[in-house]
């Protein structure tokens, strides 16, 4: 638990949860990957695209 007081002196005092800093936390880092594998795999695409143009216009340029 995490303990948010003011100290000894401190007339109010308040104790959060460690959800309170977990589920965000975790919504976070969730959504972090989720748009990192995205943007990987639309460069991965994007790549590809790129080498079958390229492997295509050599064929072409062959015949």
Do not use: C, T, W
């Amino acid at each position: 638990m995490v303990d948010l007081s003011g100290g000894p002196e401190g007339p109010i005092e308040h104790g959060f949860s460690n959800e309170v800093f977990i589920i965000p936390a975790a919504i976070v880092i969730g959504l972090s990957v989720f748009f990192g594998f995205k943007l990987y795999k639309s460069l991965k695409d994007r790549e590809k695209k790129r080498e079958e143009k390229k492997r295509n216009k050599q064929l072409r340029k062959k015949k």
